[in-house]
């Protein structure tokens, strides 16, 4: 209680709105930075750091899948509309997940933006290692099996979003050379959302991933690349 109390003294006046917000029951006001980043398949792939199988589950493996994450609706809703899902095996248990789609336009899950995916581009999205695995080369093994089916349907480009403070999958996306190409401010209050969708800046990060990974002198000049007006994202 005595630690609570210290905590919320420390609270700048916007954090304590945000708790106070956060505790009721209603959750009346949710809010939400992300960005959009596209990369061009093939991209540099490291050796696996541990070796792990890597394959396509479906519905059959819902329960494995729950018990890294219990959101077994979603899951289902996810299968039925034929979107498909890489798993990472370890002794008969799921060590992460990777989910994908290329369904024309898929909303995103919280705050239901609309992304779009064009015939040369897949989305892919919902990547989750569990801790223990972490740093093995997990994420890469996905992206290696999801570019090689990639090349079998002719496509190219994939689209994924990060918000703007997980340092950790910027980090693991910047050096593949994804690059941001939106940014996506939400606000969702009482059920309405309402959104600020803008152009990102070649060379553009957000702000506290420039503060961990340096600015865009970090960036490949495919990441500085302009993206096309005529392109969608
Ligand atoms: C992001 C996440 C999926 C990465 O999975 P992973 O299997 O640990 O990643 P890998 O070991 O394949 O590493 C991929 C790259 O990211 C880098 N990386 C991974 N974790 C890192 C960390 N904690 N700090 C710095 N770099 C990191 C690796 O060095 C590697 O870079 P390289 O290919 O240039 O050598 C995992 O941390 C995770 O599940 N996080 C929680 C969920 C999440 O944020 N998902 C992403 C939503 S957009």
Known sequence: MRIELRRFVA??????????????????????MFYVLRAEWPFAIPPP???????????????A????????????????????????????EIAGYFWFSIRPTVLEGRFSYPIE???DTVYAYDALVREPFRKCGIL????????????????HRISIIIDHDNV???????SKGFYPTTKV????CFGRNYRRVSPVQPGELPP???TFIGDSAALSDAQRRIPSKTEHV
């Open 140 to 155: 890469n093994q996905f992206w290696r099996t999801l570019g090689e089916w990639m090349a079998t349907q002719g496509r």
């Open 168 to 174: 950790v999958s910027w980090k693991a996306h910047v």
């Open 208 to 210: 506290l991933v420039r």
């Open 11 to 32: 609270m700048n006046s916007w954090q304590r709105v945000e708790s106070f917000v956060g505790h009721l029951p209603y959750k009346p006001l949710k809010m939400g």
């Open 65 to 92: 899948l729950v018990r890294v994450h219990p959101k077994g609706d979603v899951f289902t809703t996810r299968f039925g509309l034929g979107d498909r899902c890489l798993c990472a095996w370890e002794q008969g």
């Open 185 to 188: 401010v939400c606000v969702q």
């Open 117 to 119: 995916v064009p015939e």
């Open 49 to 63: 750091i541990r070796s792990i199988e890597v394959k396509e589950s479906g519905i059959e493996d819902i329960e």
